[in-house]
């Protein structure tokens, strides 16, 4: 139990301090490198032209949002 309560006591005082750092300095946390978007790509996969795994995942899409507009009641 002791241990628990050391652990427990720990990860409050790592919070608090990010918390002070949050609110002295107004900025949230963030990566470091960017994102895809900062490689210049637009999406994850820089291909010309999709598999054809996510061509079946965007057809599958397509036909759930023709369902929900043929579907809606307003």
Same mark, same amino acid.
């Given at each position: 139990?002791?241990?628990?309560?050391?652990?427990?006591?720990?990860?409050?005082?790592?919070?608090?301090?990010?918390?002070?750092?949050?609110?002295?300095? !107004? #900025?949230?946390?963030?990566?470091?490198?960017?994102?895809? =978007?900062?490689?210049?790509? /637009?999406?994850?996969?820089?291909?010309?032209?999709?598999?054809?795994? !996510? #061509?079946?995942?965007?057809?599958?899409?397509?036909?759930? =949002?023709?369902?929900?507009? /043929?579907?809606?009641?307003?």
């Amino acid at each position: 139990m002791t241990y628990f309560l050391i652990t427990f006591a720990v990860f409050l005082v790592i919070i608090a301090a990010m918390s002070v750092g949050y609110i002295i300095q !107004r #900025k949230t946390i963030s990566g470091s490198c960017g994102g895809i =978007a900062a490689l210049g790509l /637009e999406k994850v996969c820089d291909c010309p032209e999709p598999c054809e795994k !996510r #061509k079946a995942k965007m057809a599958k899409e397509k036909r759930l =949002a023709q369902i929900r507009e /043929e579907n809606r009641i307003i």
